[in-house]
């Protein structure tokens, strides 16, 4: 039966006590052998001097009587004995002879009695055969007590044969007999005794003292200086130890225990921050724990639930000890694979996907991730699990799946090709089923190829750079994989496939159309030439007419026989050559005009192309009275066009120009305008720009809307096809550049024509 230990075991248990009786024990047999050996040295000193003392007596009286023994005065030598045993503490003193009779003794009634031989004086010497003739004076002393009890210090001195002796003539001692016989002088240690008693109680005494006094002082310096601060001490730890952390020990001290109370006042400040930081970081991982989006679990090795988070138990209402198996998955027995089995097993975390059934039946998909707990031996006592529901995200794959089947199905059933490009090499990723068709080549063949491949190699350079910075790419040439060219149009936009940043370029071929459009322009300008043929047919005439005129001249020449002078032969034929020159060049503009233009783009110079347009359309101004003024702009850059299709976009624009004026005079609105047609170039905003502007009648608000529609015209029947503006407009957007026209009705149009510099 234990209880709360009582003062007396408190006391027993200090340290203060452990320590004063350690002290005090050690103190006790310092001073206990400190008494001990003074005690022992006095005993000794004491006895020594008595020793000292007796044989100097004995001594004292052997030479006192050998005088009186040489001459035999036995009553000298009885009268010295007897004088001399009168003083104080001297009990007896004997003569013996050599046989152990007493001769002389203070007391006459020893005289003559013959003692034993072995007795305990004689006995020093006689112990042995032959007796000792010497013994140092320890062998000759012996303790004795009295009939009273007192002890007795008796010390007996050989007499040995003097030579005087021996040779005097009233002695009958031969000379080899060396001892006589012997002196017993006894004498009483009743006073040494009383002296040895006293200063052995004075010693205790002091000892005593020393030991109390050393003890209650040593027992003051621990009670006041140790026992008190560490009864502080303790108190002050059970405070910080029972959560009281601002607690402070009261110790104003400058020594060791001062520090310990100043580091434990420190600590308890140190151990309430770290406890205020791991209650929160506690308060934070049960909000964690808690408020996790996911499900956590801990089982012990039965797979029965210990704890579990809010998530779980909204939804699936376990009740504490429910086995896992059943409170989530609806079983009546373990899964056949376990990661929390497998982790109790080996100690490992596991993982694994699993399925099951929530309240309301429907299924559920779940991530399963399991950790061992362990206990402070590092032994596992229990699992944690956490479960994360991936059922939206499976739904989201199969949809996924779905839409990629469903979108891999429009990519490959697509009319126009489509190839994935990876962004930085341009080499084909992937591409649908519609590229065999259009350009000759199995899907299998394009992997890992280069897009590039598929231009001429003079351009490749040039469209890599193109394709990694526009979008759009109009008419360009590409080759299938017969040798034939094609056209098309090439749409780019960025994308990601698989992880890697990616080029999605769709193509369009419109060789067939660009064909078509080829027989429209090509169409169009033989209107053109058909309505430029009086002007042309007039044009011709002049050089004809000299040609005409100088061959007539030679002929009545040479039919009369007549001489020609040699600078009027010169004159004429040099005019004759420029004729047919002028008729040439108008000719071969004619044919180059007319004849049916490609689709690949150069650098063109747009002033050259207006000034040759303007050639081949100069003389139906001019009959017609319509002013050419032109403020061309020196030294623009090229753009890329066709300089053919240049000239027919211009060409076209005179022509509706010269319609606009004519018609304006002819119904009689010109107010004393002039008929004017301004021709201008210039460069701005990193653009060639090139203004046809006229005095004609302008265009109505409500048509200009539909001026670039084909088949669109404002002229009389019979005088337009409507398709001059829209052959125009196409031609400009081949090109990159755009057309727009502005306008004010009775005044006359401006048709503003923009390129972009060719870099």
Known sequence: MSGKPSRSQNILHSLSFRLIFCVGLILLLVISAWAYYNIKQYKKREVENIVAGADRLGNTIRLGTHYAMKINSRDDINQIIKNIGRQKDIENIRIYNKEGQIKFSNRANEVDQVTNIKAEACDICHRTEPPLESVGLAGRTRILESPGGDRLLGIISPIYNDPGCSTDSCHVHPEGKKVLGGLDVVVSLKDTDKAIVSYERGIIAFALIIFLGTSAILGFFLVRFVNRPIKKLIEGTRHIGSGEYDYSVDIARDDEIGHLALAINQMGKEIGKKQEELNEQKKEYQRIFELAPCYITVQDRDLRLIRYNREFAEQFDPRPGDYCYEAYKSRSERCEVCPVLQTFEDGESHHSEEEGFNKDGTRSFWLVRTSPIRDSRGEITAAREMCLDVTQMKRLEWEVEKSEKKYRTIFNTMPNPIFVLDAKTLEILDCNDSVTVVYGFGKDSLFMTSFLDLFEEEEREQYASEIKGFDTLNQVRQIRKDGNVIYVNIRISASDYLGREVLLVTTSDITTRLMAEQQLIQASKMATLGEMATGIAHELNQPLSVIKTASSYLRKKAENHQPIKDEILKTMAQEIDSHVDRASKIINHMREFGRKSGVKKEQVRVNEAINRSLDIFIQQLKLREIEV????????????????????????????????????????????????????????????????????????????????????????????????????????????????????EGEGSNFIIRFPVSQ
């Open 629 to 744: 003024v032109k403020d061309l702009a020196e030294d623009l850059p090229p753009v890329l066009a066709d300089s053919n299709r240049l000239e027919q976009v211009f060409v076209n624009l005179l022509i509706n120009a010269r319609d606009a004026i004519e018609e304006k005079w002819k119904n009689g609105d010109y107010k004393g305008e002039k008929k004017r047609i301004s021709l201008r170039s210039s460069l701005r905003d990193g653009s060639v720009i090139i203004e046809i502007k006229d005095t004609g009648v302008g265009i109505p608000r409500s048509r200009l809307e539909k001026v670039f529609e084909p088949f669109f015209t404002t002229k009389e029947v019979g005088r337009g096809t409507g398709l001059g503006l829209s052959i125009s407009y196409g031609i400009v957007q081949d090109y990159g550049g755009t057309i727009e026209v502005e306008t004010q």
